[in-house]
């Protein structure tokens, strides 16, 4: 019943196109922006991959870090992709666009690229795992359609384990899915990105003309959207954040 895009029908992706405003970035797109992204913070280009019209090769070199700035610190920056439908910003199992699965090696999500860092950085599994929850609690999503928001969730789920299987040739076991599980369910979350409160949680306020006898009825408050401040151990509101208060 849920599918990612590429799988729904072109009436179907249609339909979605014109009911939720629903259009899915190309990989190359996806890596164009978050090469960019990443020239802000490392002060360079192509720092990850290099970008050839619409294909794209990743760097050859482990990772070096401009000076004042360190690995564990591009691991903890936090990355907000806003309207993530199944989230081709952060991870990049396959090209939304067209369905294409993409071997790790040449993945270019804002995840992607932090868990390459902690691959490159870490020769502990301990280590490993520590510094892979962190890039996990340090990308956040909202998402207005509960199937897309589901389908990401899966994608970070899955990604998780594909990098586990890679660099440690072993399947995730129930425990780290559950943290992993945990820190997905609060980073990508259902919100009204216009409102910053859950989709359709409190009917909208109808303007009546009451009688004398009447009293105003009290509106319920809308329920705004939290999130985790994981380096800090609490939940914050999501408008705060946008308000500076947070």
Request: neutral net charge.
């Amino acid at each position: 019943m849920i599918q990612p895009r590429i799988y729904k029908t072109l009436e179907a992706q249609a339909a979605r196109t014109k009911k939720h405003a629903e259009v899915f970035t190309p990989a190359w797109v996806c890596c164009l922006m978050n090469n960019h992204l990443d020239e802000e913070w490392f002060g360079r280009a192509d720092v990850f991959h290099r970008l050839d019209d619409r294909t794209w090769m990743p760097t050859q070199t482990p990772i070096t870090f401009p000076t004042g700035r360190t690995w564990q610190q591009y691991v903890d920056s936090r990355r907000l992709e806003i309207t993530c439908g199944e989230a081709p910003f952060l991870v990049s199992r396959y090209d939304a666009a067209d369905g294409r699965l993409i071997p790790i090696a040449q993945r270019i999500g804002l995840l992607d690229r932090k868990l390459r860092v902690v691959k490159e950085n870490t020769t502990i599994e301990a280590d490993w795992m520590k510094w892979t929850l962190r890039a996990f609690q340090s990308v956040y999503g909202y998402e207005y359609q509960g199937d897309n928001l589901l389908i990401a969730r899966i994608n970070l789920l899955m990604t998780f384990a594909d990098y586990l299987e890679d660099r440690w040739h072993r399947l995730p076991t129930e425990e780290e899915l559950r943290k992993v599980s945990n820190i997905l369910a609060w980073n990508l979350w259902q919100m009204d990105g216009l409102k910053g409160t859950v989709p359709m949680g409190v009917p909208e306020e109808n303007c009546e003309q009451l009688s004398m006898f009447e009293q105003e009825r009290i509106q319920d408050t809308p329920t705004n959207c939290r999130i985790m401040d994981w380096r800090r151990d609490r939940s914050v509101q999501y408008l705060d954040l946008q308000k500076g208060r947070g």
